[in-house]
């Protein structure tokens, strides 16, 4: 028997027919570029696990804000890095808390880059956690339960702050069970009722997260928190958490950390209709720059082919620290 060759290559044999039929494409809209905002003043202070990625003071702020701008970045993630931290995160819903003076301070230099707030109280609780917590001692050690529905009520306050403060997306992160619903309707009856909510639906317990706690200084000092993020070995429990997500009014959903999990990112895109995020996280981050000072690989080529899979998966949005890299890169290619 004998068949014709088939002849893949004629579709691959110059630049302008491989341009023609590109299946997927990374544009600058694509792209949320994170920020960590510090209390204080001239602060540019690198992140030692994460070349490139800085603590700025609301004053140097200005000039990184201009760059994204510049570049067509459309929206920033902001992370706050508190004076003080208590047990309860009260900082993280103070309307002079610093994602909130951050947050007025964008909007009034450049109005229309979206700003999505992150909503959690890990950053701002002095244990470290998401939520509050009941501790107790065992076997010397102490240990403590996250609780969940007391925890709400403070994310609530969080969000509805950011809201006043003039976010334009809330990213609630921590998964509290019903968190979703809570800052739903916190928010409408807040008269946010316009405002979207970017939920973490599917938010794995991964060790891709180290470098930003370092970054956030936001290590538990105690326990983990397998109870509230999902075990990385679960498909079917990521559509359980999309799906009530869903009910709860979530606008978009976002799967974290992304590089690991594309296969949740395309499941999710397969089984929902609403926009999907990817957050390219900073363990993902810090490999390729690592591995890129070395000399190892180029760097260019790894970030835009990890992008493009996240694209090609299935992402709408993708939340990354190389955004600004990738928008100058994607700038040169034209
Ligand atoms: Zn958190």
Redesign the pocket.
């Known amino acids: 028997m004998s068949f014709p060759i088939v002849r893949h290559r004629r579709l691959r044999q110059s630049a302008g027919i491989r341009g023609m039929v590109r299946e997927t494409v990374l544009d600058v809209n694509d792209f949320v570029q994170p920020i960590f905002v510090a209390h204080g003043s001239g602060i540019k202070r690198e992140i030692n696990s994460m070349p490139g990625v800085y603590h700025f003071s609301l004053d140097t702020l200005e000039e990184e804000v201009k760059d994204i701008v510049d570049l067509g970045i459309p929206a920033v993630l902001l992370f706050g890095i508190p004076e003080s931290k208590d047990s309860v995160g009260s900082s993280a819903y103070d309307e002079n808390g610093i994602v909130q003076q951050a947050t007025r301070k964008i909007k009034e230099l450049y109005p229309d880059l979206l700003v999505v707030a992150d909503t959690?109280?890990?950053e701002f609780t002095d244990h470290g956690h998401?939520g509050m917590v009941h501790t107790f001692e065992r076997d010397g050690h102490v240990c403590g339960d996250v609780l969940n529905d007391e925890s709400l009520e403070l994310l609530v306050r969080t969000a509805v702050s950011q809201a006043q403060a003039g976010a334009d997306i809330i990213a609630p992160?921590?998964m509290m069970d019903g968190f979703v619903h809570a800052i739903r309707t916190g928010l409408d009856e807040a008269g946010f009722s316009h405002i979207p909510i970017m939920s973490y639906s599917v938010k794995y317990a991964s060790a891709f997260y180290g470098p930003f706690r370092e970054a956030a200084d936001s290590a538990p000092q105690f326990g983990d928190r397998k109870t509230y993020q999902m075990d990385p070995a679960n498909v079917r429990e990521a559509l359980r958490e999309a799906e009530s997500d869903v009910l709860e009014g979530a606008d978009m959903l976002m799967v974290k950390p992304a590089m690991a999990f594309l296969d949740i990112v395309r499941l999710l895109r397969d089984q929902f209709d609403l926009p999907i995020v990817a957050y390219n996280v900073s363990g993902e981050y810090s490999m390729v720059k690592a591995a890129a000072q070395q000399g190892w690989i180029s760097e260019r080529a790894i970030v835009t082919e990890i992008l493009l899979g996240m694209k090609r998966a299935g992402a709408d949005i993708i939340i990354t620290y190389f955004a600004k890299d990738a928008a100058r890169w994607l700038r040169e290619g034209k």
């Open positions: 959690c109280l890990c998401c992160s921590n």
